[in-house]
């Protein structure tokens, strides 16, 4: 099964810009929809946005306009690209295989503050 990395959190000012990766062990194409999550602190994890092996892409309403979701092929890499981060984007944000059997990573903290 490929696994799958998350990277690039950070500590990021309101307004500020930040790009997540997640890096895939094998062939990233091999994975139907790789899922875009976080986990703010004392709230449910909510799903941020998704992209299919076909290019398919989809976000939240929440994120819209201020996320992307883009991938590179050579590198089997998906990234999250985040812009005009505000204080309540602050959170773990993970990358999964949306398979019910996938399992999730460690995750990456994103944390918006002055």
């Known amino acids: 099964q490929v696994q799958l990395v998350e990277s690039g959190g950070g500590l990021v000012q309101p307004g500020g810009s930040l790009r997540l990766s997640c890096k895939a062990s094998g062939n990233i194409y091999s994975i139907s929809t790789i899922g875009w999550y976080r986990q703010a602190p004392g709230k449910e994890r909510e799903l941020v946005g998704f992209i299919k092996a076909g290019g398919f892409i989809n976000l939240s309403d929440s994120v819209k306009g201020r996320f992307t979701i883009s991938r590179d092929a050579v590198e089997n890499t998906v990234y999250l690209e985040m812009s005009s981060l505000r204080p309540d984007d602050t959170a773990v944000y993970y990358c999964?295989?949306?398979?019910?059997?996938?399992?999730w990573g460690q995750g990456t903290q994103v944390t918006v503050s002055l």
């Open positions: 999964k295989d949306l398979s019910p059997e996938a399992p």
